[in-house]
């Protein structure tokens, strides 16, 4: 159990450097602080992959958003840049390990294949469930809905 707070400060400390040297600033949309019971490690962790994808996958000087909302019955984070997008037809795709979408642009950035992979598996052991919207030249939004039992 921990404060959304300590999760988001965590996400900022660790992505200043990337981010910056990008010109690129995560900016946060929260009202108000709230507990969450979940693993904070592992949050932190599915958020690094999004926001590194996020940041990767979007040119210099492009924000990036997250975006924290809370209902009665669950909490979602939105991930959303305004990056290269993924084409329609891979996005059922994006989640399978080692799976990167073969444009010369991500083949150039060099990841490896597995974030995506990492961040279905911690949303799974939360019980929650991913959503992604995605058009091709205007960017892309990662959204993690977790119930609140
Ligand atoms: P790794 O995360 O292991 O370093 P990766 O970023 O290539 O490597 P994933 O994070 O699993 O792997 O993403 C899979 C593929 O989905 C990426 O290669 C990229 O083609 C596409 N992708 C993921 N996030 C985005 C995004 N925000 N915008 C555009 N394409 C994305
Ligand atoms: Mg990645």
Redesign the pocket.
């Known amino acids: 159990e921990f404060f959304v707070s300590e999760l988001i400060e965590r996400l900022e400390l660790t992505l200043a450097g990337v981010l910056s040297t990008k010109n690129q600033t995560l900016v946060v949309e929260i009202s108000g602080d709230f507990k969450l019971c979940a693993d904070l490690i592992l949050l932190e962790h599915l958020f690094l992959?999004?926001i590194?994808?996020?940041s990767?996958?979007?040119s210099s000087d492009k924000n990036i958003y997250l975006k924290v909302e809370k209902y009665p019955d669950k909490i979602s984070f939105s991930?959303r840049?305004e990056?290269?997008?993924?084409p329609e037809s891979?996005l059922e795709r994006?989640?399978e390990?080692?799976?990167?979408?073969?444009?010369n642009?991500?083949?150039e950035?060099?990841?490896?294949?597995?974030?995506?992979?990492?961040?279905k598996h911690i949303t799974k052991l939360h019980n929650g469930w991913i959503d992604v919207q995605?058009k091709l030249g205007e960017?892309?939004t990662?959204t993690i809905n977790l119930p609140t039992k």
């Open positions: 992959n999004l590194q994808n996020a990767m996958y979007s991930v840049d990056g290269i997008g993924i891979e994006i989640f390990r080692f799976y990167r979408v073969d444009t642009r991500s083949r950035q060099g990841g490896t294949g597995l974030g995506l992979s990492i961040v995605s960017g892309s990662f």
